[in-house]
């Protein structure tokens, strides 16, 4: 059972910046996919970005240019750092990981709210 755990979400200005972490209780290797998803009251739980392998890496069309996900293996933690951020960012992130071998399980952390307002 791995457990992820994120961080870094509050309040912030538009056009600002934040990071998020995401702390995973076991290990993370280069072929396990890592992603963030978010959900806003009222809306169906959408991908902001994921990263199947290290280096194969999709977007939402709403956040390419602004928004940047990364991992750190040796760390277990996995990154989105958010630029130029807009009101209707305001969401709770989701972390998630899905092995790349044995069982191939999904796992998903509670979430971080994040709110964009002046």
């Known amino acids: 059972q791995v457990q992820l755990v994120e961080s870094g979400g509050g309040l912030v200005q538009p056009g600002g910046s934040l990071r998020l972490s995401c702390a995973a209780s076991?290990?993370?290797?280069?072929?396990?996919?890592v992603g963030w998803y978010r959900q806003a009251p009222g809306k169906q739980r959408e991908l902001v970005a994921i990263?199947?392998?290290?280096?194969?890496?999709n977007y939402a069309d709403s956040v390419k240019g602004r928004f940047t996900i990364s991992r750190d293996n040796g760390k277990n933690t996995v990154y989105l750092q958010m630029n130029s951020l807009k009101p209707e960012d305001t969401a709770v992130y989701l972390c998630?990981?899905?092995?790349?071998?044995?069982?191939?399980?999904?796992?998903w952390g509670q979430g971080t709210q994040v709110t964009v307002s002046s």
């Open positions: 990263s199947v392998t290290d280096d194969n890496i």
């Open positions: 076991g290990r993370i290797f280069g072929r396990d996919a």
């Open positions: 998630y990981l899905r092995r790349g071998w044995g069982t191939r399980d999904d796992y």
